[in-house]
């Protein structure tokens, strides 16, 4: 069922409003729930939904549920209410919001490819709507296994139950999906003034209008999906796909969204939630998390050194407060902005240093150390696409100091000011160790443990929803016993699994009660794992 709703308005048009794109000649009688194509159009809806997109991935994805499950964060001595998130006991009333928010965007796409396949001048936006479509069901699918994809997005009279489809199947359509972009962002990126309706940097938060960036950005999307789906059910399908990427290669740059943010009236709402709001009144989050024991244990030496990161990410390293999940007695109290490192504040990643940076710097939507971890993998599994693992793998490490630096600024290693040397340091003094020297990884199984391994490193606090699932998809980064410092499983876990954990988020009570027919019978989070978990 096709649904626009007031949030959803406002939220565009203040967008609108920051960018200064046009003026709106909006009627004060117009019921915004019945908001007309004349007034969203392409133009005005893409700039709002990915910037949506955004945000959804670092707060439901970044900064919550999953950044728990691995060990990024959890709550300070004195902080109560978390029962399900040290328990894991998850129910179809828990985390819907990892639902709910991703499907609003994606009418908001569908929205788009229907006007764009009705209208022609509207077909870049098309494209890249398909392909941002792709992205965020990947997102659904890997939390929540089956979902409706061929009859969830009709709209208007449409299907308003509408049947779920097998989750191994939703990825073969996904990636048919990023190849509908593909084809469609090639087949107009010539036309501009010719018919179509070009994009520029009010009309694209990410490439400002480049198409080529936006083509290679869907190779690095199909590459995840492959690689997910590796080994799995369909891994005749997944071999076959890995010779029809577009010949424009990947991007090795982080993708980042920034809609116009600035400091006095719509700064970036990562900064919002985890440090202050535009009057410098604290967020509630800055108060509340620190790191788990297990994690730090890759910055401060119990299983890797890594002062530069680990300067880069917290506050007052190496003497951060730590703990483990679950243990309310003995955590220690947050301090203010654990995750804050004051630099110079600049208008987009990586301008300034560290995760959160500033209140107007850009929301990473996939970095790129992740790209080159992919095509480290890849290689590591046959498909040579770009450069061996170990090259790959280097480059990997060497992006995620990239991205939590000020690039550029030194001649001298190990100052958190020029990425290129800091990695290379990293290397040399974690030598012999194989996460994070590839040479000293003898087996393959070692080698996909570093990769692994360093590409937590990398998403910690960014994208802790990727870490989760390649966590659940491989085992790695490896955990064992009890001890904070070997795991990050909770001392309060619920989970019957062996591992203690949970395999997936259940779908949510709304979807039950309006569709139970056709919703999964799925118990509890800790049975019927995703198709790609061999588990």
Same mark, same amino acid.
């Given at each position: ?26 009627? &004060?009688?117009?019921? =915004? ?41 959890? =709550? ?78 009709? !709209? ?76 799995? #059910? &369909? ?7 890995? /010779? ?7 991007? $090795? ?25 535009? %009057? ?16 730090? !244990? ?21 003497? %951060? ?7 309310? #007695?003995?955590? =220690? ?29 850009? &929301? ?12 480290? #993998? ?11 693992? $170990?090259? /790959?793998?280097? $480059? ?11 690039? *550029? ?9 020029? =990425? ?22 003898? %087996? ?7 990769? &692994? ?31 904070? #410092? ?13 591992? $203690? ?13 309006? /569709? *139970? ?19």
């Amino acid at each position: 069922m096709k649904r626009y709703n007031i949030k959803r308005i406002f939220s565009l048009l203040s967008v609108i409003i920051i960018l200064n794109s046009c003026s709106l000649n909006l009627d &004060i009688n117009d019921n =915004p729930n019945n908001a007309t194509g004349a007034v969203v159009t392409p133009d005005l809806t893409l700039p709002a939904v990915i910037t949506s997109t955004a945000f959804n991935q670092f707060y439901y994805y970044g900064y919550s549920w999953s950044a728990f499950l691995v060990g990024y964060i959890m =709550p300070g001595k004195g902080i109560s209410g978390y029962g399900s998130t040290y328990t894991y006991d998850f129910t179809s009333s828990s985390i819907t919001g990892a639902w709910t928010s991703i499907f609003v965007d994606l009418r908001d796409y569908q929205t788009i490819i229907r006007k764009a396949e009705a209208d022609s001048k509207y077909a870049l936006y098309g494209g890249i709507a398909h392909l941002l479509k792709a992205y965020s069901y990947q997102l659904l699918v890997d939390a929540y296994g089956d979902v409706p994809y061929t009859e969830g997005l009709q !709209g208007g009279a449409g299907n308003v139950t509408p049947a779920y489809d097998d989750d191994a199947e939703v990825y073969k359509l996904l990636v048919a999906e990023v190849d509908e972009a593909i084809t469609i962002l090639k087949a107009n990126k010539d036309l501009i003034g010719a018919g179509v309706i070009g994009l520029n940097k009010t009309t694209d938060p990410v490439f400002s209008g480049d198409i080529t960036k936006w083509i290679q950005f869907a190779n690095n999307v199909k590459l995840r999906l492959l690689i997910r789906a590796a080994g799995s #059910e &369909i891994d005749s399908f997944v071999q076959s796909a890995y /010779n029809t990427f577009s010949t424009e290669g990947f991007l $090795k740059e982080d993708v980042l969204v920034n809609p116009g943010y600035n400091a006095s009236t719509n700064q970036n709402p990562v900064w919002t939630y985890f440090h202050s709001n535009v %009057t410098g009144t604290t967020a509630t989050a800055a108060q509340y998390y620190i790191p788990s024991k297990y994690v730090l !244990g890759f910055y401060n030496g119990k299983k890797l050194s890594d002062d530069v990161r680990g300067a880069l990410i917290y506050k007052a390293y190496p003497n %951060t407060p730590s703990g483990q999940l679950g243990d309310e #007695e003995n955590n =220690p109290a947050s301090p203010l902005y654990v995750w804050y490192t004051p630099g110079t504040a600049g208008t987009a990643a990586p301008s300034s240093t560290g995760v959160v940076k500033s209140r107007t710097a850009s &929301i990473p939507l996939f970095l790129a150390s992740e790209t080159y971890f992919l095509l480290a #993998e890849a290689a590591l599994t046959g498909h040579v696409l770009d450069g061996d693992a $170990k090259s /790959n793998f280097e $480059k990997g490490i060497t992006a995620s100091f990239n991205y939590l630096s000020l690039e *550029g600024s030194s001649t001298t290693p190990k100052t958190g000011l020029n =990425p290129e040397l800091d990695a290379q340091a990293y290397i040399a003094e974690n030598s012999d160790n194989y996460l994070a020297d590839f040479d000293a990884a003898d %087996t393959q199984a070692k080698k996909l443990e570093a990769i &692994i391994t360093q590409k937590y490193i990398a998403l910690n606090i960014v994208n802790a929803n990727e870490a989760w699932v390649e966590f659940r998809r491989t085992a790695y980064p490896q955990i064992s016993g009890t001890n904070a #410092e070997t795991t990050f499983v909770s001392i309060r876990s619920g989970s019957t699994r062996a591992d $203690k954990l949970p395999v997936r988020l259940l779908h949510p009570q709304d979807e039950i009660n309006l /569709n *139970g027919a056709n919703v999964p019978k799925i118990e509890n989070t800790f049975s019927v794992p995703i198709f790609w978990d061999k588990d």
